[in-house]
């Protein structure tokens, strides 16, 4: 599967015309949705939240001057559609049955171990999760973790710092960062 | 196996097959745009009233200031009388010691914190810091953050300020928790202007949610709330910086040093 850190974008600090931005938006959709998915635990609701990016994305064109942040950008705005999402008293009810029941990929242990570990990530406040989903999940380097969830490199590290002893405790954190 | 892995297995696992998606969206979007063009052409005769509907708006929204605007002017008065809120504590003298030449950083004191963070931790409470970790330099200095844990059992405003001990310039405040009026601004933080205070505001009736209970980064106590608040040290400062935190019934001073990725020479 493609990692959003292989996405990249086509030519920096030029203007996006209408045309070129359906092209531009298609290679992200995938890891937007992946990002969605990761924060909502729900597939319908975070096809709905990248479909809601995507306009917001497409009516704020005119403000889009570079296309080398548009990929930090539009998963940023994911992520706020995802927190406006779980805040939604529907979007709880339908989406905090994880659905933990899945196939078995491999062996029974495997799949148990996941679905607790997704359980531990979904327990994690929205900013904790989102670092954790950006840098583990898609592959993406700190400093565009920063500007996705829109704080400081240092405050990221921080963050994900925190995040990682919530999970694995018992993990020394470089160990846990590889 | 790594973390790393165990969460992209544990999410692929739920991941279904994206196939078509990217062109169901996009092509979704140009629809609704192609939709909302056409609706834009309907109630093009409609705007006359909106235009009406939108000036009355205006004239309530005005009318709400006014009456804002007084009912501000009460509260500032109330605030401002001996005894009361954030200007009782405004009104505090600073207490911070003072160095003399080549004397090192009087860090501390040091704080039991049960193994907080990385287990250095600073003050005599109710609020405790943690070492300053500096990470954004800018033309007018370098930017970092604080880890400040308030006791869970704290109530009312705590009013932060802090020295850099060695230039005695006043430390910055920006973003959530800054607070009072603006002393500075700075054009280009990370490429953003800030805005600089020279106080910082933690409201312990409204602890920050995503750092409430600090349960595991902060030593596995519960007795504690931490609070991220962002700093701003000058050009030319040294690190060494003492706070001085006034709250209802307690002032305390405590002095750390900044680490981190270094600051800014004169």
Same mark, same amino acid.
């Given at each position: 599967?493609?990692?959003?850190?292989?996405v990249?974008?086509?030519?920096?600090?030029?203007?996006?015309?209408?045309?070129?931005?359906?092209?531009?938006?298609? @290679?992200?959709?995938?890891?937007?949705?992946?990002?969605?998915?990761?924060?909502?635990?729900?597939?319908?609701?975070?096809?709905?939240?990248?479909?809601?990016?995507?306009?917001?994305?497409?009516?704020?064109?005119?403000?889009?001057?570079?296309?080398?942040?548009?990929r930090?950008?539009?998963?940023? #705005?994911?992520?706020?559609?995802?927190r406006?999402? &779980?805040?939604?008293?529907?979007?709880?009810?339908?989406?905090? =049955?994880?659905?933990?029941?899945?196939?078995?990929?491999?062996?029974?242990?495997?799949?148990?171990?996941?679905?607790?570990? $997704?359980?531990?990530?979904?327990?994690?406040?929205?900013?904790? /999760?989102? #670092?954790?989903?950006?840098?583990?999940?898609?592959?993406?380097?700190?400093?565009?973790?920063?500007?996705?969830?829109?704080?400081?490199?240092?405050?990221?590290?921080?963050?994900?710092?925190?995040?990682?002893?919530?999970?694995?405790?018992?993990?020394?954190?470089?160990?846990?960062?590889? | 196996?790594?973390? &790393?892995?165990?969460?992209?297995?544990?999410?692929?696992?739920?991941?279904?097959?994206?196939?078509?998606?990217?062109?169901?969206?996009?092509?979704?979007?140009?629809?609704?745009?192609?939709?909302?063009?056409? !609706? +834009?052409?309907?109630?093009?005769?409609?705007?006359?009233?909106?235009?009406?509907?939108?000036?009355?708006?205006?004239?309530?929204?005005?009318? =709400?200031v006014?009456?804002?605007?007084?009912?501000?002017?009460?509260?500032?008065?109330f605030?401002?009388?001996?005894?009361?809120?954030?200007?009782?504590?405004?009104?505090? *003298?600073?207490?911070?010691?003072?160095?003399?030449? =080549?004397q090192?950083? @009087?860090?501390? @004191?040091?704080?039991?914190?049960?193994?907080?963070?990385?287990?250095?931790? +600073?003050?005599?409470g109710?609020?405790?810091? !943690?070492?300053?970790?500096?990470?954004?330099?800018?033309?007018?200095?370098?930017?970092?953050?604080?880890?400040?844990?308030? $006791? $869970?059992d704290?109530?009312?405003?705590?009013?932060? /300020?802090?020295k850099?001990?060695?230039?005695?310039?006043?430390?910055? +405040?920006?973003?959530?928790?800054?607070?009072?009026?603006?002393?500075?601004?700075?054009?280009?933080?990370?490429? +953003?202007?800030?805005?600089?205070?020279?106080?910082a505001?933690?409201?312990?009736?409204?602890p920050?949610?995503?750092?409430?209970?600090?349960?595991?980064?902060?030593?596995?106590?519960d007795?504690? #709330?931490?609070?991220?608040?962002?700093?701003?040290?000058q050009? =030319?400062?040294?690190?060494?910086?003492?706070?001085?935190?006034?709250? @209802?019934?307690?002032?305390? #001073?405590?002095?750390?040093?900044?680490?981190?990725?270094?600051?800014? *020479?004169?």
């Amino acid at each position: 599967m493609q990692r959003v850190a292989d996405v990249k974008p086509s030519s920096a600090s030029q203007p996006v015309s209408e045309s070129t931005f359906a092209d531009l938006l298609k @290679p992200l959709i995938e890891p937007g949705f992946r990002l969605a998915l990761a924060m909502l635990h729900d597939a319908q609701a975070a096809e709905d939240a990248v479909q809601e990016a995507s306009f917001t994305a497409w009516r704020k064109l005119g403000r889009m001057h570079d296309q080398g942040r548009l990929r930090p950008w539009f998963l940023g #705005v994911v992520a706020n559609k995802c927190r406006n999402a &779980r805040r939604k008293k529907w979007v709880v009810e339908v989406s905090v =049955g994880v659905p933990e029941e899945l196939p078995a990929v491999s062996s029974e242990d495997r799949t148990l171990r996941s679905a607790d570990l $997704r359980r531990a990530i979904s327990h994690l406040g929205h900013d904790d /999760r989102l #670092v954790v989903v950006l840098y583990f999940y898609l592959d993406m380097p700190v400093d565009e973790v920063a500007t996705v969830a829109g704080t400081s490199v240092g405050a990221t590290r921080a963050r994900l710092y925190r995040a990682i002893k919530k999970l694995r405790p018992d993990v020394a954190i470089e160990e846990a960062l590889r | 196996m790594s973390l &790393r892995t165990d969460i992209q297995m544990a999410f692929d696992e739920l991941t279904p097959s994206t196939h078509g998606m990217a062109e169901r969206i996009v092509g979704s979007m140009l629809a609704n745009r192609s939709r909302s063009r056409a !609706m +834009f052409a309907w109630s093009n005769p409609l705007r006359g009233a909106t235009s009406m509907l939108a000036l009355i708006l205006v004239l309530v929204v005005a009318v =709400g200031v006014l009456a804002g605007g007084r009912l501000y002017r009460d509260w500032s008065a109330f605030n401002s009388q001996p005894g009361n809120g954030l200007a009782a504590l405004e009104a505090r *003298p600073m207490h911070l010691p003072v160095l003399v030449p =080549g004397q090192d950083c @009087p860090i501390g @004191p040091k704080a039991d914190l049960q193994g907080a963070g990385n287990g250095e931790g +600073f003050g005599e409470g109710p609020v405790f810091g !943690m070492p300053i970790g500096l990470d954004t330099k800018s033309t007018w200095g370098t930017y970092g953050y604080q880890w400040l844990l308030t $006791r $869970r059992d704290l109530a009312g405003p705590v009013l932060v /300020r802090a020295k850099d001990l060695v230039t005695g310039k006043a430390v910055v +405040f920006v973003g959530t928790y800054a607070a009072g009026p603006v002393t500075g601004k700075d054009s280009d933080r990370n490429g +953003f202007a800030v805005k600089q205070h020279h106080e910082a505001l933690l409201d312990t009736n409204h602890p920050p949610e995503d750092t409430n209970p600090p349960e595991v980064y902060f030593g596995g106590s519960d007795r504690l #709330v931490a609070w991220q608040i962002t700093l701003g040290l000058q050009r =030319g400062a040294s690190g060494c910086v003492a706070y001085q935190i006034d709250g @209802p019934g307690f002032s305390e #001073v405590f002095v750390v040093q900044a680490v981190g990725t270094g600051l800014t *020479p004169n």
